[in-house]
């Protein structure tokens, strides 16, 4: 199993900026063997799929973060990041950082680690 951390949460006003940090951490992890995706849940919502990138540096947005939100990752930091610019209220909701060995997906059952998640509070 895969030990992440996610920082970088806070509250901002509509139009501003965040950027997450999701430190991963294991006896044999390397980051480079790993898919890495950025989840998001808001209260009485289902967890939807932000962002991936999965072993070979591929990278997916969800519609709704097109164009605001890029995910990146550091390979000597083990650490994925999430850069949110333009944010809106409805970007408001617990961010979720979570890692697999096999598969890069858009469901969470597919992710065998999870961090504790970090807040994101976006008002108008």
């Known amino acids: 199993q895969v030990h992440l951390v996610e920082s970088g949460g806070g509250s901002v006003q509509s139009g501003g900026s965040l950027r997450l940090s999701c430190v991963a951490s294991?006896?044999?992890?390397?980051?480079?063997?790993?898919?890495m995706a950025w989840f998001r849940q808001a209260p009485g919502k289902d967890r939807e799929g932000v962002a991936t990138?999965?072993?070979?540096?591929?990278?997916t947005y969800a519609d709704t973060v097109k164009g605001r939100f890029t995910i990146s990752q550091d390979n000597a930091k083990n650490t994925v990041y999430l850069q949110m610019n333009s944010l809106k209220p409805e970007d408001t909701a617990m961010y979720y950082c979570?890692?697999?060995?096999?598969?890069?997906?858009?469901?969470?059952?597919?992710?065998?680690?999870w961090g504790q998640g970090t807040q994101v509070t976006v008002s108008s």
């Open positions: 979570a890692a697999d060995s096999e598969y890069v997906s858009w469901l969470p059952a597919a992710y065998t680690s």
């Open positions: 294991g006896y044999t992890f390397t980051i480079t063997s790993y898919c």
């Open positions: 990138i999965d072993s070979d540096g591929r990278i």
